[in-house]
């Protein structure tokens, strides 16, 4: 344990108590911002608990699907084992749940009957599976809902999954679905997310039988338009997946075990339609866990209400970061209860749902937890911008987030990557721009709206690309990785596009040559979007000897987060070789 006794503030006339801070939530980004936070509690200046309700320490959720089908092993999943922070002193207190938070004495009471107080909370909950309304399903309304004491029913409480249905959110979840693809069941994925889409298309890859059902038109369809959806389909549909859409899931049908349990037999749909299998894996979405600061009194919307400093709108020794957090500016004349949303418009935005804004937030959060106690700033009594420039601290601007985020499939053989709003028609923007010309408004007035679209369906490519005023600000690309790329380091940039269009079209051609696209390797070019990783920042630790993509992602953390980008990180590291051999 850290000399407590020996922490002393600047200016403070003694020493004094280090400050307790606790953390709910030991995933991802519970973890990320313990790791960040280390540095001071090794100092003496914070107290560190951090509560988890699973057994095992954090591991990577975003790298499940690989897991589920045994295209990677349990071990690549970890992401810490808590010696590092044991030995600075942090408690950490896995398979333990928080069933309640009194803020009016600070403390939190545990399912093992005991409380741990508190100077600055920390809500990194997470969030849920979705589990729709379906009959033979129960669904469980968690608004009001007392967290309970076992952690092992932090998500089902009395109503847990039937057999043979499940969803793909933990260790267990992962388990499952792998039992069943290493059998070559035949799986029924319900919804076409990311997710649903990566996991379907793993598992046939990995030979099992897979039908993937959505009530929509397209799969990804709050991703893609109906060209890229279209594609995507197709492509999929070579890939071995079944692709049942409009299909509106209405109940399940069961059969009984040799034990007289009921098991998933059958997935029946509004129209009549009987899809039966194996196994139904539910791909629904996510909810943030609220509950807990529900019940404590604090505002919640889709997500725990939080202003730009991840601080809670109505409790300034209250945080959120992750899945939960719903970052939002707190009006100035709230009502700050828990039921200010009942009353009131739902404000904008909600959680990301991405491991990389939540790895940001924990970042941010740890940096101005650290600012301020290292310059003697306790736990705040009012808003924390207020609190450290009164004291005259100047403490780190929480991450910006990106107004919108690149959305990657990852799935071996076909490329799907998507940013912005692509949902203009590039007929409806040319009549757009017949009407500007018949009314006398230039033609290359700012804000002019252009579409371009590409598709070649027989051989799974679609290109779409959106701009104003020239500037990229939205695009689909399936089946043209390099030209994809490309795209993502426009919209990154907010570059604008060549007046030629097609030229983008010629990254996937057979005479690309990757000197023209050598911006791409622009030391400032983001490779890795969970972690923020740049070109310049892979290519200084290949200089300092890490030349494998296993070495960059221990000393920077590229690639650690969803692994989309460990080709990227690849390329990198060639070129850095090829320059040095020259």
Not at 162 to 172: M, N, Q, Y
Not at 330 to 338: I, K, T, W, Y
Not at 552 to 578: D, H, N, Q, S
């Amino acid at each position: 344990m850290p000399d407590h006794a020996s922490a002393e503030l600047p200016g403070a006339t003694g020493p004094a108590a280090p400050e307790r801070i606790v953390v709910v939530g030991y995933g991802p980004v519970g973890a990320r911002f313990v790791d960040e936070l280390l540095p001071l509690v090794e100092a003496g200046l914070a107290e560190l608990t951090v509560v988890g309700a699973e057994e095992v320490h954090a591991y990577n959720r975003v790298l499940l699907a690989d897991y589920a089908v045994g295209r990677t092993d349990r071990d690549t999943l970890d992401l810490t084992d808590g010696s590092r922070a044991r030995a600075a002193g942090v408690r950490i207190l896995t398979g333990t749940t928080v069933t309640s938070v009194n803020r009016t004495i600070r403390t939190v009471s545990l399912g093992d009957g005991t409380s741990v107080p508190y100077d600055r909370l920390v809500l990194a909950t997470g969030a849920r599976a979705n589990v729709p309304t379906l009959d033979g399903v129960k669904r469980v309304r968690r608004g009001l809902m007392k967290p309970g004491a076992d952690a092992g029913g932090l998500d089902s409480a009395a109503a847990p999954l039937p057999r043979g249905v499940s969803a793909l959110r933990d260790l267990a979840d992962a388990a499952t679905v792998l039992a069943a693809v290493q059998a070559g069941r035949r799986i029924v994925v319900l919804g076409a997310g990311v997710l649903g889409m990566e996991i379907a298309l793993a598992a046939a890859a990995a030979g099992a039988e897979v039908c993937v059902v959505y009530h929509g038109e397209i799969p990804m369809n709050r991703n893609l338009d109906r060209g890229g959806g279209s594609v995507l389909t197709t492509s999929a549909r070579l890939a071995g997946v079944t692709m049942v859409n409009h299909a509106r899931a209405e109940s399940v049908l069961f059969h009984h075990d040799d034990d007289g349990v009921e098991r998933f037999e059958a997935l029946i749909c509004a129209d009549g339609k009987q899809i039966s299998g194996d196994l139904l894996l539910l791909s629904c979405g996510v909810g943030a866990r609220t509950e807990l600061a529900h019940l404590a009194g604090l505002p919640v919307s889709t997500g725990i209400l939080v202003d730009e400093s991840l601080q809670s709108w109505a409790d300034a020794s209250v945080h959120a970061i992750g899945d939960c957090a719903h970052v939002s500016a707190r009006p100035a004349d709230a009502d700050l209860g828990a039921a200010w949303i009942g009353t009131r418009m739902a404000p904008a935005g909600g959680p990301s749902g991405l491991i990389g804004p939540g790895w940001r937030q924990a970042d941010s959060l740890a940096a101005r937890f650290t600012a301020e106690l290292r310059a003697g700033v306790r736990a705040a009594a009012g808003p924390a911008a207020a609190e450290a420039a009164a004291a005259g601290v100047t403490v780190p601007a929480t991450a910006a987030e990106p107004g919108a985020s690149v959305v990657m499939l990852k799935a071996e053989g076909i490329d799907v990557v998507a940013a912005g709003d692509t949902t203009a028609d590039p007929f409806d923007a040319a009549l757009a721009d017949a009407d500007a010309h018949a009314h006398g408004c230039a033609t290359g007035a700012p804000g002019r709206l252009g579409v371009s679209q590409w598709a070649d369906p027989e051989h799974g490519r679609y290109v779409k690309m959106v701009t104003r005023g020239g500037i990229l600000t939205g695009f689909v690309c399936v089946g043209m990785p390099r030209t994809g790329a490309e795209l993502t380091l426009l919209f990154e940039r907010g570059s604008e596009l060549p007046a030629d269009r097609s030229v983008l079209l010629r990254f996937d051609g057979p005479d690309y040559d990757p000197a023209t696209a050598g911006d791409a390797f622009a030391p400032e070019s983001t490779v890795c979007w969970c972690n923020g990783v740049t070109v310049e920042a892979i290519t200084a630790s290949a200089q300092a000897g890490n030349d494998t993509v296993a070495c960059i992602g221990t000393a920077t953390r590229a690639g650690t987060g969803c692994g989309g980008c460990k080709g990227r990180i690849g390329e990198v590291l060639e070129r850095f070789a090829a320059q040095t051999v020259v």
